[in-house]
């Protein structure tokens, strides 16, 4: 039977695990099933026809792909017979290959240092399935950290003999100042440690806990508080979070500079920047705000001198740090809760009584306090890095900018999808550029008007200024390029799941419009040439561009791949620090607020999710020449409709198509 194939979770704990034991291993040319013994390279075992030697196959090195953000060509991690039926099952051996011993699906662990009772409690710990070090780290995270610990023979990294290293320190000082950056210090709890009586199981369990904390308050800090998808299904972008053995790797040797290691994991572009600093300025306006509300479990009332383990949440709550002793209610703790005694009109006794518990948990952010934390939030579904050059467009704005070194190149006004036929959030890249692109009809609109007007007049399609396509045994109605077609002169490329792309149009009225939520999801550019200008380099001046209108379709490439980022903010902090509201288009503010748990109101219907009437007969030749749903064409009606998307013309029914871009790709049910 040929050997299993490592996919999934496991692939790469046993991947790391592979090395250790062919390292420790201290046979000449000694190698591990899946590395190659000099350079790394992914190698398959598979059975040679006709033979039970396994034949090798080597596999070029690629840098392993961050989790949710995968590259569009990843090499594979072995090279198999057949596809396996499900990840992780048996691969089928060939009809005349002979049986062989079932391998195991992962090499065995090494053993924890010898000697070392801390050590053996860590290796224990990781070992058992059931045990739980922090809540929402994940299967797979836990495993990177038994696959880190492993290389090091299960070895304390966070303690001294006296107590935390300096790593820790500086790492536990960043977690209990999570709310700087929006997040919640109660997510990352710091673990006890009372040195002097710390039995080894208790030192294992406060290295590995704070090894758990730091690795959550990384991927939160990149994103993965939420899963943007679940919000809505037009929300889709790229997450790039850090596996648990990446941030402890960059993390444990670090000294005193592990802390500002791990807050370098929030976004630093200036947006966000702005955003964070004037919710530091919000909360110092506000006196009767302490820190972030905490539950407490249960537990008795305490006092000056006392020791408990709720004591480092509170400490977190007040952003007391530097205690030596981090579970002792002493006089800074009890200071600090007589003063939120004090703010709350209780009984400033500093002593941590059930009704300063009830006010400790009855803290929640204001409406402006949300929004920031929202629109925060918002920035982590953001690539790290923007990319020296690139487009970015604010939904909620109307807006297009193209940014270099954070220096606007050029600045438009843009159309953007209605709230029924959203624009998709997500970043890509724009490869290139379409002059005098042509416009294929889409299924909804073929079948709904085209097909019923052919059936009456075969040349139907031709007095409109259409061209029927024949492909295959069906057909495809498409508008070639000019001045009347949908797409205007020119549109730029940057292919998506969602079909949609920044393209002219025609209708140059609609931009005059302060709120312009009218398109079917692409975005809509008011001055496309100089755009392209910009885009394409000076080798494509606006002139030189335009010499080629009215010549036939023609692509320019990019001088370089230019990453697009199609986001969606409500508020913007401006350089003095003055804020600026923008319309929740799509109702994604307020359904982030509502999954962080800052807001309790109802949630607005999904954008997309109306539900559409049923299309009507066409009455008469659809109107060519009109920039609507991305240049569908509208029939006539009998009688007068009101029109909400073109004012001052004759009222028309508008079709309802469900399809981005002039691709003619359905998406139904997608919104």
């Known amino acids: 039977m040929a050997p299993r194939r490592r996919t999934g979770r496991n692939a790469g704990a046993a991947a790391t695990l592979a090395v250790l034991l062919a390292a420790q291993s201290g046979l000449p040319g000694a190698r591990a099933e899946g590395v190659a013994p000099a350079t790394g390279a992914a190698v398959a075992s598979v059975p040679a026809p006709g033979s039970s030697a396994p034949a090798i196959t080597t596999i070029p090195d690629t840098p392993a792909p961050t989790e949710a953000a995968a590259p569009a060509k990843a090499a594979p991690e072995a090279v198999p017979v057949q596809p396996a039926a499900l990840p992780g099952a048996p691969m089928p051996a060939p009809a005349d290959?002979?049986?062989?011993?079932?391998?195991?699906?992962?090499?065995?662990?090494?053993?924890?240092?010898?000697?070392?009772?801390?050590?053996?409690?860590?290796?224990?710990?990781?070992?058992?399935?059931?045990?739980?070090?922090?809540?929402?780290?994940?299967?797979?995270?836990?495993?990177?950290?038994?696959?880190?610990?492993?290389?090091?023979?299960?070895?304390?990294?966070?303690?001294?003999?006296?107590?935390?290293?300096?790593?820790?320190?500086?790492?536990?000082?960043?977690?209990?100042?999570?709310?700087?950056?929006?997040?919640?210090?109660?997510?990352?709890?710091?673990?006890?440690?009372?040195?002097?009586?710390?039995?080894?199981?208790?030192?294992?369990?406060?290295?590995?806990?704070?090894?758990?904390?730091?690795?959550?308050?990384?991927?939160?800090?990149?994103?993965?508080?939420?899963?943007?998808?679940?919000?809505?299904?037009?929300?889709?972008?790229?997450?790039d979070l850090p596996g648990a053995d990446a941030v402890l790797t960059r993390l444990t040797p670090a000294g005193s500079n592990a802390g500002a290691l791990l807050q370098a994991y929030n976004p630093a572009q200036a947006g966000y920047l702005a955003l964070k600093a004037k919710l530091a300025a919000l909360r110092t306006q506000q006196p009767n705000r302490a820190v972030p509300m905490v539950r407490l479990p249960k537990g008795p009332a305490l006092k000056t001198g006392m020791?408990?383990?709720?004591?480092?949440?509170?400490?977190?709550?007040?952003?007391?740090?530097?205690?030596?002793?981090?579970?002792?209610?002493?006089?800074?703790?009890?200071?600090?809760v007589s003063s939120f005694q004090r703010e709350r009109g209780l009984k400033a006794s500093g002593v941590l009584d059930p009704a300063t518990v009830a006010a400790l948990a009855g803290t929640a952010p204001g409406k402006q306090e949300a929004d920031l934390l929202a629109n925060m939030e918002r920035w982590r579904w953001?690539?790290?890095?923007?990319?020296?050059?690139?487009?970015?467009?604010?939904?909620?704005?109307?807006?297009?900018?193209?940014?270099?070194?954070?220096?606007?190149l050029d600045e438009s006004r843009v159309i953007v999808g209605k709230p029924e036929s959203p624009t998709p959030i997500f970043s890509g890249e724009m490869t290139y550029a379409v002059v005098n692109p042509s416009w294929t009809v889409p299924p909804s609109i073929l079948k709904s008007q085209f097909l019923p007007g052919l059936a009456r007049d075969p040349n139907y399609?031709?007095?409109?200024?259409?061209?029927?396509?024949?492909?295959?045994?069906?057909?495809?109605?498409?508008?070639?390029?000019?001045?009347?077609?949908?797409?205007?002169?020119?549109?730029?490329?940057?292919?998506?799941?969602?079909?949609?792309?920044?393209?002219?149009?025609?209708?140059?009225?609609?931009?005059?419009?302060?709120?312009?939520?009218?398109?079917?999801?692409?975005?809509?550019?008011?001055?496309?040439?100089?755009?392209?200008?910009?885009?394409?380099?000076?080798?494509?001046?606006?002139?030189?561009?335009?010499?080629?209108?009215?010549?036939?379709?023609?692509?320019?490439?990019?001088?370089?791949?230019?990453?697009?980022?199609?986001?969606?903010?409500?508020?913007?902090?401006?350089?003095?620090?003055?804020?600026?509201?923008?319309?929740?288009?799509?109702?994604?503010?307020?359904?982030?607020?509502?999954?962080?748990?800052?807001?309790?109101?109802?949630?607005?219907?999904?954008?997309?999710?109306?539900?559409?009437?049923?299309?009507?007969?066409?009455?008469?030749?659809p109107h060519p020449h009109r920039d609507v749903a991305e240049g569908a064409p509208r029939p006539a009606p009998r009688r007068p409709v009101a029109n909400a998307t073109v004012p001052d013309e004759p009222a028309v029914v508008q079709p309802a198509p469900d399809y981005f871009g002039e691709t003619g790709a359905i998406r139904r049910g997608w919104w």
């Open 382 to 408: 953001l690539p790290a890095d923007l990319g020296r050059t690139h487009v970015f467009v604010n939904i909620p704005e109307f807006k297009v900018r193209v940014v270099r070194d954070g220096r606007i």
């Open 97 to 239: 290959a002979p049986a062989a011993p079932v391998e195991s699906a992962a090499p065995a662990l090494p053993p924890p240092a010898p000697g070392d009772p801390v050590a053996e409690a860590v290796a224990a710990r990781l070992a058992d399935p059931n045990a739980s070090l922090i809540r929402r780290l994940t299967t797979k995270q836990r495993e990177a950290m038994q696959a880190f610990y492993a290389l090091g023979a299960f070895k304390s990294v966070w303690l001294t003999e006296t107590g935390w290293s300096d790593a820790a320190k500086a790492v536990i000082a960043r977690l209990q100042a999570a709310d700087e950056d929006g997040l919640d210090p109660l997510a990352y709890p710091i673990p006890l440690l009372d040195p002097p009586h710390a039995k080894p199981a208790d030192r294992a369990e406060a290295d590995l806990k704070l090894s758990a904390a730091a690795v959550l308050y990384a991927r939160d800090a990149r994103g993965g508080r939420l899963e943007p998808s679940r919000l809505s299904r037009f929300i889709t972008p790229k997450l």
């Open 461 to 621: 399609a031709a007095r409109l200024g259409y061209e029927v396509v024949r492909r295959g045994n069906g057909i495809a109605i498409r508008q070639p390029p000019g001045e009347r077609n949908a797409l205007g002169f020119i549109k730029f490329m940057f292919p998506n799941d969602h079909a949609v792309y920044l393209h002219d149009t025609p209708n140059r009225s609609l931009f005059s419009r302060t709120e312009r939520a009218l398109s079917h999801g692409c975005v809509r550019v008011d001055d496309p040439f100089r755009f392209a200008q910009v885009v394409l380099g000076p080798r494509w001046p606006t002139e030189r561009l335009k010499t080629l209108i009215g010549k036939g379709e023609r692509t320019v490439m990019l001088p370089e791949k230019l990453p697009v980022h199609l986001a969606y903010f409500t508020l913007e902090a401006d350089s003095t620090g003055s804020l600026r509201s923008l319309p929740d288009l799509y109702g994604v503010n307020a359904r982030v607020k509502v999954a962080l748990g800052l807001s309790t109101e109802a949630l607005p219907a999904e954008a997309g999710q109306k539900p559409k009437p049923a299309p009507k007969p066409p009455t008469a030749a």
């Open 307 to 336: 020791r408990d383990p709720r004591v480092p949440l509170i400490r977190a709550r007040f952003g007391l740090s530097g205690a030596s002793d981090a579970t002792a209610y002493d006089e800074g703790v009890a200071t600090a």
